[in-house]
Nanobody, 121 residues
């Protein structure tokens, strides 16, 4: 797999999780690494993205202020730290890559298989 997510799970509201995405050498060449999420019955939603130099990060409105994206190029890994989790954060979280500074789902690919995050109330 080009992108492989891990770190999802069940957490209580108010808790934290750290997701990881390990990229293959091929996928690590993309400038932008990002995260999207998709809740059951909803469209895929932009969460966060970071460029290769980690000097440009941007976040979706629903997670801004509660989420930190980071990247370790030596490990070909991107991280998503999520804090103050809410039940509405429950979704399948996907790692993805792009060479565009964009938050549009169509500008991203390849995609990982996703890791499930479930937040209980």
């Amino acid at each position: 797999a080009q992108l492989e997510e891990s770190g999802g799970g069940l957490v209580q509201a108010g808790g934290s999780l750290r997701l990881s995405c390990a990229a293959s050498e091929r996928s690590s060449n993309y400038d932008i690494m990002g995260w999207f999420r998709q809740a059951t019955g909803k469209e895929r939603e932009f969460v966060a993205a970071i460029n290769r130099r980690s000097d440009f990060k941007y976040y979706g409105g629903s997670v801004k202020g509660r989420t930190i994206i980071s990247r370790d190029n030596a490990k070909n890994t991107v991280y998503l730290e999520m804090n103050a989790l809410k039940p509405e954060d429950t979704a399948l979280y996907y790692c993805t890559a792009s060479n565009k500074y964009s938050s549009h789902v169509d500008d991203f690919g390849p995609w990982g298989q996703g890791t499930q995050v479930t937040v209980s109330s």
